[in-house]
């Protein structure tokens, strides 16, 4: 499955980048989600950056990098074989924390490249240990100007409403290959 061949790539790049910048490790934040034909899917990773994001990046002991992969799933309707990523999306981010009322977060994952493959990623900054809230609004690829076929005989239905996508993660995130 694509998503474990994704978490994989990431897990040895972020162990990787451990040997050489300090400790860092990938994580899975939450189980994927299918909706409107996609699976979406939620990683986290410390020691992640990208060559140019506006505003900077999110840098200190409790920064976290944040990765969604959308994928096509079986039954999309818009064209997209399964497992195929979604382009042209615009991903926004809401993070809150449990017991911190103050604690509000919220920016733009941009679209990367890297050796598993494209996906949306931005830096955030947490607020110490804690549970978080993540959600992923996800609009379609509409909003950058990707057109849909309408003549009969190539036609795919209007694209989705934005999603909502939300998980509940505990930090510090539990690296994926711990040791027994």
């Known amino acids: 499955m694509l998503s474990h061949r994704f ?18 490790f990938a994580g899975t934040i939450g189980e994927p989600l299918q909706r409107e034909g996609l699976e979406i899917s939620a990683h986290a990773e410390t020691g992640g ?4 994001t506006p505003g900077g990046m999110a840098r200190g002991a409790d920064a976290l990098f944040l990765v969604a992969d959308v994928r096509a799933g079986k039954d999309e309707p818009h064209g997209f074989s399964e497992h195929s990523f979604i382009p ?18 919220a920016g733009l994952l941009y679209p990367a490249a890297s050796k598993t493959g494209p996906h949306y990623a931005a830096g955030a900054q947490l607020s110490g240990p804690g549970t978080y809230h993540l959600t992923y609004i996800i609009s379609p690829p509409s909003t950058h ?13 209007e694209w989705w ?14 690296p994926p290959l711990a040791s027994k």
Do not use: E
Request: hydrophobic share 40%; with cysteine.
């Open 49 to 52: 950056t990208l060559d140019h």
């Open 7 to 24: 978490l994989a790539g990431l897990a040895l790049a972020a162990l990787s980048c451990g040997l050489v910048c300090g400790p860092a």
């Open 88 to 105: 042209y999306l615009s991903i926004s981010y809401a993070l809150s924390k449990d017991g911190a009322p103050t604690y509000k977060q």
């Open 161 to 174: 409403k934005p999603i909502n996508a939300n998980w509940t993660f505990t930090y510090p995130l539990n």
């Open 145 to 157: 100007g990707m057109m849909r076929q309408t003549d009969k005989a190539s036609a795919v239905p």
